[in-house]
């Protein structure tokens, strides 16, 4: 049974923008954050952005900073990821996730320490 649910990604050119929505309401385990994974063809799952559930910390790749956004919504039952300037090299398939992550940030953290993840919603970028 799925608990998260992400939307929004599609194709774009490069230099536009995409939102990306994962909807955690059904999402019954505990977790302090919630965070964006990337998986492009060929390469390692890798952390985009996360959120502290808590605090409302983020936290982002460097790949991403000042291009991302990520953001909850008052109810903590939605996380969106704003992404703006996009470029070829941010084609992936995206992630929602969740977990309790043990370490001092949700970023970085290993993918380990997310145990709930979305079936993925692909982006495609073009030059």
């Known amino acids: 049974q799925v608990q998260l649910v992400e939307s929004g990604g599609g194709s774009v050119q490069a230099g536009g923008s995409l939102r990306l929505s994962c909807a955690a309401a059904q999402y019954k385990y505990s977790r302090n954050c919630m965070g964006w994974f990337r998986q492009a063809a060929g390469k390692e799952r890798e952390g985009v952005a996360a959120i502290d559930t808590g605090s409302g910390s983020t936290y982002y790749a460097d790949s991403v900073k000042g291009r991302f956004t990520i953001s909850q919504d008052n109810a903590k039952t939605t996380v969106y990821l704003q992404m703006n300037s996009l470029k070829p090299e941010d084609t992936a398939m995206y992630y929602c996730?969740?977990?309790?992550?043990?370490?001092?940030?949700?970023?970085?953290?290993?993918?380990?320490?997310?145990?709930?993840w979305g079936q993925g919603t692909q982006v495609t970028v073009s030059s």
């Open positions: 996730a969740a977990g309790t992550v043990s370490w001092a940030r949700c970023l970085p953290a290993p993918v380990y320490e997310y145990n709930g």
